[in-house]
C-alpha cells in the first residue's frame, strides 16, 4: 500500500480508511478540491475486481449510513422527545408524498396527526408543528424570528419581502414597499377599483341577457388580477374582458402552486423550467409556458418602469411600486431589477389568486345561502336608498354592519393560504407549555386549523356571518381571524384586498340576483389542496 497524505481539518482520513480497508490495492491518486481544501486523495480500487468492491463499499456505507441517521433522529435528535408519528420523525419523504405527489395535502395530515399526538407534533425530521390558537410566540414581532428558507423557497422568491428569511433583512425590504399599501394610498385608487369591478357587472350583465352561465371563480380571480396590477404598475391585464375569464391564466397559477412545492424539495425545479426551451415546457404541461410568459412579463415591466424612473430623485408620491422602491431609503445593492422584478412578481402572485379565491368562496356561500343573500342585498339597498341613490363609497360600507359580517366570515372559510406557516428563532429557544423548542427549530402553525377550530367558531363549515354581528362577539373572535398572517410577515396588500371584497360584493349584490350552475361545495369549493390549489382533483 502506497503512502496517504490526506489531513482535512487534522483528522487523517486517509490514515482512518487505510486501517479500514487495508486489504485493499490503492493503485492511484488524484487531486481533488473539496470547499476550497486541496486534498491529495488516494483512490481507492483493486483491478482484478473493479468496479465489483467500490459497488460493495458504497452497498456497505449507505445502509450503514441510513441506519444509523435513523438512530439518531428517532433516539438522539434534539426533537426526539417531541410528540408525532415515527414516520415523518425519520424521513421527509412521509411529507413529500402528501405534499409532491398528492399535490399540496400534508395540511390534512397534520391535522390528523394533531387529533392523535395533542397540539405539538413532529411532523418532519427537523420540523414542529403547533395547533393552539393562543399560542403567538413565533408571530410576536419582539421575536424577531426568521422564515424557513427550506419552506419558502418553494416561491422562488428569496430575494423579494415574502421570501427573505432573515428578520433584520425583511425589514429592510419591506419598510419602503409599506406607504404604497397604506389605507390612504387604497383609498385614492377607489376609482380605478370601481371602474374593474364595473367591468365585471357588465359583463354579468351580458350574461343576465345571454342566459350564459358565469364561472364566478375565474371572474373574481381575473378581477385580483386587474386589480393588482393596475394597482402595482397602471397596467391593468384586463383578464375580464377575456371571453372565458382568462381560465387559462387561472390554470397556470395553480400548476405554479405544484411546481413551487416540488421546487421545495428540490431546489432546482423552477430554475430548470426557466432554462428549458419553451416549446419543450409545452410538451410537459402547457399551462407551464403561460407561467413562464407571465414571469417574463414581470421582468420586461419591471425594467420598463426602472426605464422610465431613470434619474429621478423625488420622495414624492410614487407613480407605481417601481419608483417607490427605487425612491426609498433601500440600500443601493438591494435596488437591482432582479431583487425589484422578483418583488413586483411576488405583489402581483399574492394578489391574485388569494382574493379572487376569497371572493368567489364568499359569493358561493351567499348564493348557496339565499336568505343571507337576501340579508345583503337589503342592508345595501336601503343603506343606498338613503344615500340618494348614489352607490355608497369604501369608506361608506365599512360602517354597513353585515357587509362587515360577510367579508370576515368569507375570509374566515375561504383561508386562501391552507399551507402552515413556519418560523424560526435562530437566537433563542421558544417555550410551547411545558415543552422548549430549541433555538433553530422551524415551528409551523396554520391559519386554516384556526379558523375551522369549533371551539372558536361552532359548527365552522356552517357559513355563518351572523356569528360576527353582535359587536362583543366581534371582538372576541377577531383576535383569530387572521387570514393575512401575522406579525411582521403580515400580508402587504391586506388593505387593497378588503377593498376589493367590500366594493365587489356590494355591487354584485346591490345589482343581481345570483344562482348556482353545475356547482356543488365538495368538488367545486372545498380546499383540498395547500396555498392556493383550491379544487378538487
Ligand atoms: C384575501 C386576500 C389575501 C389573503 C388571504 C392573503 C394572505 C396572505 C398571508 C397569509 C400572508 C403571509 C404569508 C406568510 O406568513 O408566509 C401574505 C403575505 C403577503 N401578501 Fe397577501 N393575501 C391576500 C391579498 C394580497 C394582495 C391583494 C397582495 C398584493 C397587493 C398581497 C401581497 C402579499 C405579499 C407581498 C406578502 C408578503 C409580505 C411580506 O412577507 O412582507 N396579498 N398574504
Not at 8 to 18: L, Y
Not at 87 to 116: D, K, N, S, V, W
Not at 123 to 134: M, S
Request: glycine share 4%; proline share 6%.
Amino acid at each position: 500500500m502506497e503512502s496517504i497524505k490526506t489531513t482535512v481539518n487534522g483528522w487523517n482520513i486517509m490514515e482512518s480508511i487505510k486501517t479500514a480497508v487495508s486489504s485493499w490495492n490503492i493503485m492511484e491518486s488524484i487531486k481533488t478540491t473539496v470547499d476550497g481544501w486541496s486534498i491529495n486523495m488516494d483512490v481507492l480500487y483493486s483491478p482484478s475486481s473493479w468496479p465489483i468492491r467500490p459497488l460493495s463499499l458504497v452497498a456497505m456505507i449507505i445502509p450503514t449510513y441510513l441506519i444509523l441517521l435513523s438512530i439518531y433522529r428517532l433516539y438522539f435528535h434534539p426533537l426526539a422527545k417531541f410528540p408525532g408519528p415515527k414516520l415523518p420523525a425519520l424521513t421527509g419523504l412521509y411529507e413529500f408524498y402528501y405534499e409532491c405527489i398528492l399535490g399540496g395535502r400534508y395540511f390534512e395530515e397534520i391535522l390528523r396527526m394533531h387529533e392523535q399526538y395533542g397540539p405539538i407534533v413532529r411532523i418532519r425530521p427537523d420540523e414542529l408543528h403547533v395547533n393552539d390558537p393562543d399560542w403567538n410566540e413565533p408571530f410576536k414581532i419582539s421575536s424577531r424570528v426568521s422564515k424557513w428558507h427550506w419552506y419558502y423557497r418553494a416561491f422562488g422568491s428569496s430575494q423579494a419581502s415574502f421570501g427573505t428569511v432573515d428578520h433584520e433583512l425583511h425589514r429592510i425590504r419591506r419598510s419602503p414597499q409599506n406607504p404604497y399599501f397604506t389605507v390612504a394610498e387604497v383609498q385614492k385608487f377607489e376609482p380605478e377599483i370601481e371602474h374593474i369591478v364595473g367591468i365585471l357587472c357588465s359583463r354579468l350583465e351580458e350574461a343576465k341577457k345571454t342566459g350564459e352561465p358565469v364561472n364566478i371563480s375565474n371572474a373574481t380571480k381575473s378581477l385580483a388580477t386587474d386589480v393588482v396590477t393596475e394597482f402595482a404598475f397602471h397596467k391593468s391585464y384586463n383578464l375580464l374582458s377575456e371571453p372565458d375569464f382568462a381560465a387559462g391564466n387561472h390554470n397556470m397559477t395553480r400548476t405554479f402552486a405544484l411546481v413551487a412545492t416540488w421546487h421545495r424539495h428540490f431546489g432546482f425545479i423552477l430554475q430548470l423550467f426557466e432554462a428549458m426551451p419553451r416549446w419543450f415546457v409545452a410538451l410537459t404541461d402547457p399551462s407551464a409556458v403561460a407561467m413562464l410568459d407571465f414571469f417574463d412579463d414581470i421582468e420586461n415591466q419591471t425594467k420598463a418602469l426602472i426605464a422610465k424612473h431613470k434619474g429621478h430623485t423625488g420622495k414624492d408620491i410614487a407613480a407605481d411600486i417601481v419608483q417607490q422602491m427605487l425612491d426609498s431609503d433601500m440600500p443601493e445593492v438591494e435596488k437591482n431589477t432582479k431583487h425589484l422584478m422578483l418583488e413586483v412578481r411576488t405583489i402581483v402572485a399574492a394578489g391574485t389568486e388569494t382574493s379572487g379565491n376569497t371572493l368567489s368562496v364568499t359569493i358561493f356561500h351567499l348564493v348557496a345561502n339565499p336568505e343571507k343573500a337576501l340579508r345583503l342585498k337589503e342592508e345595501l339597498l336601503e343603506a343606498q336608498k338613503k344615500n340618494h341613490g348614489v352607490p355608497l363609497t369604501y369608506q361608506e360600507l365599512l360602517q354597513l354592519p353585515y357587509l362587515n359580517a360577510v367579508v370576515s366570515e368569507g375570509l374566515r372559510i375561504s383561508t386562501s393560504g391552507a399551507g402552515r406557516h413556519p418560523r424560526i428563532n435562530p437566537r433563542s429557544a421558544m417555550t410551547y407549555k411545558s415543552w422548549t423548542i430549541p433555538a433553530g427549530t422551524p415551528v409551523s402553525l396554520t391559519q386554516k386549523f384556526i379558523h375551522e377550530n369549533p371551539t372558536i367558531f361552532p359548527n365552522p363549515r356552517s357559513f355563518s356571518p351572523e356569528r360576527w354581528v353582535n359587536a362583543a362577539d366581534r371582538k372576541r373572535l377577531e383576535k383569530y381571524l387572521t387570514p393575512f398572517g401575522r406579525g411582521s410577515r403580515v400580508c402587504v396588500g391586506m388593505n387593497l384586498a378588503n377593498a376589493e371584497m367590500y366594493l365587489a360584493l356590494a355591487r354584485i349584490f346591490a345589482s343581481f340576483d345570483l344562482g348556482l350552475y353545475e356547482t356543488n361545495r365538495e368538488d367545486d369549493i372545498d380546499q383540498y389542496h395547500d396555498f392556493i390549489k383550491d379544487f378538487k382533483l
